[in-house]
């Protein structure tokens, strides 16, 4: 079991739609992430909030739209999403974003969403 | 390309050998870290070696990191079938950036 929770699993959507995937951590940590990972790829950094405030959004097309209401969990908002999209959603959490070292992240097991 | 390159891209063992991974990196770091992920699932941290640090060790686990020729090796010994899995590298930003290597998929045979 990982400590880091996310729902749904699985998730069809199709272009027009609007969904939510969601991610809770009870660790303490003040630092979340969303990564996207495509099959046989490496994680790619979507957005990380520190302090429940965004400090970092590489550049993430605004179809998806994050949000984190409180220090345990993070939201990721999805609407108008492309094929293309179709890909392993990951949530992280860590300690803090801080000056010097990183904290290891600890991740859920993703949601695997598929856009029609 | 992208910060952080692993090889070999797959690797196939027998259980009871060891198998060796390598990373290499662009721009100075912090830290480098290195995770595994089981097939479907999320990635678990394994290892953490500072900037500072030359040799780490884990249980079966020994990360190696030379920043003069910015690289880190995984040196898993006594592999296991329960071992197969990808393995990344991730170095960090001071601005809490993780930037992920293209992982080695390690298949260990029983």
């Known amino acids: 079991d990982t400590e880091v929770t996310q729902t749904p699993k699985h998730l069809v959507m199709g272009m027009t739609n609007k969904k939510s995937l969601k991610c809770e951590q009870h660790?303490?940590?003040?630092?979340m992430y969303w990564y996207k990972q495509k099959a046989k790829k490496p994680p790619e950094l979507m957005f990380v909030?520190?302090?429940?405030?965004?400090?970092i959004n590489e550049s993430v097309p605004s179809r998806f739209s994050p949000e984190c209401p409180n220090s345990s969990l993070l939201n990721l908002h999805l609407h108008a999403l492309q094929p293309e999209d179709s890909a392993l959603y990951l949530c992280a959490s860590s300690q803090t974003v801080v000056r010097g070292p990183n904290q290891p992240q600890h991740f859920g097991d993703g949601t695997r969403l598929s856009i029609l | 390309s992208q910060q952080g390159e692993e090889d070999p891209q797959a690797l196939s063992i027998q259980e009871g050998e060891n198998a060796t991974m390598n990373c290499s990196y662009k721009t100075s770091i912090n830290n480098l870290q290195w995770y595994r992920q089981n097939s479907g699932r999320g990635l678990v941290h394994l290892i953490l070696i500072r900037s500072n640090e030359r040799e780490k060790h884990s249980g079966r686990l020994r990360v190696t990191l030379d920043t003069s020729k910015k690289s880190s090796s995984l040196l898993i010994t006594a592999s296991r079938a329960a071992d197969t899995a990808s393995y990344f590298c991730a170095t960090a930003s001071n601005a809490g950036k993780s930037t992920f290597g293209d992982g080695t998929t390690l298949t260990v045979k029983p």
């Open positions: 909030y520190s302090y429940e405030k965004l400090s």
């Open positions: 660790m303490g940590h003040r630092a």
